[in-house]
């Protein structure tokens, strides 16, 4: 059964950091190509950041030169580095695979709030 749980959530002030973590519980973790994605109150889910099984990356435009994906095969974990942060970086933050079969089930994913 797979499942993910993200951590690292919370309140971080504009211009502060943040540092976001996935478990994932699922086979053959190393070979997936693994995206950290964000959901803002009345907006679609986006992609904010992919990660492939090279640790070649992909970043949103709107995040580009502020976050940082990483992975850990030996943990089966995926991290999202947050800098530079902006009030439009609120969201609720979910990791899952990046495949043409679709994403697995959601976790719950961590809210990020950035506000003074």
């Known amino acids: 059964q797979v499942q993910f749980v993200e951590s690292g959530g919370g309140l971080g002030q504009p211009g502060g950091s943040l540092r976001l973590s996935c478990a994932a519980s699922?086979?053959?973790?190393?070979?997936?190509?693994m995206g950290w994605y964000r959901q803002a109150p009345g907006k679609q889910r986006e992609m904010v950041a992919t990660?492939?099984?090279?640790?070649?990356?992909n970043y949103a435009d709107s995040v580009k030169g502020r976050f940082t994906i990483s992975r850990d095969n030996a943990r089966n974990t995926v991290y999202l580095q947050m800098n530079s942060l902006k009030p439009e970086d609120t969201a609720l933050y979910c990791c899952?695979?990046?495949?043409?079969?679709?994403?697995?089930?959601w976790g719950q994913g961590t809210q990020v709030t950035v506000s003074s």
């Open positions: 899952n695979r990046v495949s043409p079969l679709g994403p697995f089930p």
């Open positions: 699922v086979r053959l973790f190393s070979i997936i190509h």
């Open positions: 990660i492939s099984s090279g640790n070649n990356t």
